[in-house]
């Protein structure tokens, strides 16, 4: 999906543009993409550790667990978790999901994604494997924290979202483009809660030479 990197690099996962319906449910087992389920999470929530999107079993997704020692900065690292699974599981369901949309926080980030993820190269694909989000880090500014991640999805192939089949290496990702460093700038709303209202563009190997492990 290398249309979606205008809005974030996660969903450089899947690329190409086979022509498909979505009557696929990838991992065959995943609630129809898009209804309420009780494991969508909500923006601003402050457990420990990241809600998980119902990913079928063919695929992991392997979340640092590092957290920033100050309670206000972990909060919004958590918050950022929950936004990259979001994204990718909206990438997962050929966009039919919209989990993500709890954790916008300004019209740029909702428009873009939104745009995006309608995208041919997203609406008729998934993905299998494993993806790393790892390398995280926090930098805390003026009424706003920007969390940086690495992301590796080098284990990870593009596939069909009507049979499922992995698709031709020409629809695959290059090497350099499975390494790549990703930033969310996170600020709090009215409500309190941390919310994503901006995503500076992606870079990738070697530029991000600190992501490819």
Not at 9 to 32: D, E, I, K, Q
Not at 44 to 67: E, Y
Not at 106 to 126: Q, W, Y
Request: proline share 7%; hydrophobic share 35%.
């Amino acid at each position: 999906m290398a249309a979606l990197l205008v809005s974030t690099g996660l969903l450089a996962v899947a690329c190409g543009g086979a022509s498909s319906t979505s009557s696929f449910r990838p991992g065959g087992g995943n609630p129809t993409p898009g209804s309420p389920s009780a494991t969508t999470p909500q923006a601003g929530q402050t457990a420990d550790s990241p809600v998980m999107p119902p990913f079928g079993k063919n695929v992991r997704i392997v979340m640092t667990p590092w957290l920033p020692a100050s309670t206000g900065e972990a909060r919004a690292v958590i918050t950022a978790k929950n936004f990259l699974l979001a994204v990718l599981y909206a990438d997962y369901t050929g966009g039919q999901d919209h989990r993500w949309e709890a954790y916008a926080g300004s019209s740029v980030v909702r428009t873009g994604m939104a745009s995006t993820l309608a995208a041919p190269s997203v609406t008729t694909e998934s993905f299998t494997g494993t993806i790393r989000i790892w390398h995280m880090s926090a930098i805390a500014g003026k009424n706003t924290i920007a969390v940086t991640e690495c992301v590796d999805s080098a284990l990870a192939r593009n596939t069909s979202l009507s049979t499922g089949k992995v698709l031709p290496h020409s629809q695959q990702n290059s090497t350099d483009q499975n390494y790549y460093s990703n930033t969310d700038i996170l600020s709090r709303n009215a409500a309190g809660q941390w919310t994503v209202i901006s995503i500076p563009a992606t870079i990738y190997y070697p530029q991000a030479l600190e992501c490819k492990p």
